[in-house]
């Protein structure tokens, strides 16, 4: 006959096993490296920093009230006072104000440019891992074609032929020539880590199982591949915002991103071009943010692939 408090040590030791089995299916890869994100210093110095510029770019009114565009060329270049942290530009505009306002057009083309090769480049990179054959062949060529162009040449090519001569584009317009500029140049990335993470999950058995059981292709791609498949990829698109927010202002400084009235990093490193010698602060601000925000995420980029791949911990 067994005794109760066998009985119930028996009970409490299956509740344990149960509810640390329980623990451990929730606790997937996504928990883990979040657990592990927030003990990490980098991540949250970078986190702080990201944050404070997208605050900076929804709500510029909460850093400054002065107009960005309002100029007084009797305060032309004058170096920084209480009265402007920053100093003035050439046209007399405040810069702490442009370069609070600028942090939008900057962050905006950042986002969309990262949004649009993350979509073209893991659409073709699944479908080309998943099928292979001619398929995977024939993207992975084009993709091929498209890594041995120089990325300002083909910047320069794309953003001249959507421009005629002589014309000037209007701010939306601009901003999303640029956008798709770089979107169409810096898809294959993300096409060849999708495609990679796709071939090598596949291979898995809870793919084959799934496969065996009958499931579509497309149940497959979307409910087996896509969340387990989606790290790298996202470890990428971390470090290309910033990076494609320092491409902007490259092309800007060129004279074929974002232009004026538009407001923005580039276009404010290009104004200033010209001046550094006699006037280095009207460089040195919008060039500071941008070093600052691209480095926050590559910072941040790097912490995530750290939290996400388990031989790096």
């Not at 006699?278 to 995530?304: E, K, Q």
Request: with cysteine; proline share 5%.
């Amino acid at each position: 006959m067994t005794e109760p408090t066998d009985a119930i040590s028996s009970t409490t030791s299956r509740g344990a096993y149960a509810a640390a089995t329980t623990e451990g299916r929730q606790r997937g890869l996504w928990s883990d490296a979040w657990r592990n994100l927030r003990r990490q210093p980098t991540f949250l110095i970078s986190a702080g920093l990201i944050l404070l510029v997208l605050v900076m770019a929804a709500f510029p009114q909460l850093f400054t009230s002065v107009d960005p565009t309002y100029g007084d060329l009797s305060r032309q270049r004058q170096l920084p006072s209480v009265d402007a942290w920053f100093g003035y530009d050439n046209q007399g505009a405040d810069i702490y104000a442009r370069v609070i306002y600028g942090t939008r057009a900057s962050v905006v083309v950042g986002v969309l440019a990262t949004a649009g090769t993350v979509l073209i480049g893991s659409t073709l990179g699944i479908l080309a891992g998943y099928y292979g054959g001619w398929l995977d062949a024939l993207m992975s060529r084009v993709a091929d074609v498209f890594f041995g162009l120089p990325f300002v040449l083909g910047a320069i090519v794309i953003l001249t032929t959507l421009n005629a001569p002589g014309s000037t584009p209007g701010p939306v317009r601009i901003v999303a020539q640029v956008v798709l500029s770089i979107a169409l140049l810096s898809w294959p990335v993300a096409m060849r880590i999708m495609r990679a993470a796709v071939i090598s999950a596949k291979q898995n058995d809870y793919v084959k199982a799934a496969r065996a059981l009958g499931a579509s292709s497309r149940r497959i791609i979307f409910r087996h591949l896509l969340p387990n498949c989606l790290a790298p990829v996202l470890v990428y698109a971390t470090i290309a915002l910033g990076a494609f927010i320092g491409v902007e202002a490259t092309l800007s400084f060129l004279g074929l991103g974002l232009r004026s009235p538009v407001v923005s990093w580039g276009v404010m490193i290009s104004d200033a071009r010209d001046y550094v010698r006699i006037a280095p602060h009207l460089l040195l601000f919008p060039a500071g943010f941008l070093t600052m925000t691209v480095l926050a995420f590559v910072m941040l980029g790097d912490a995530v692939r750290e939290a996400l791949d388990p031989k790096l911990r």
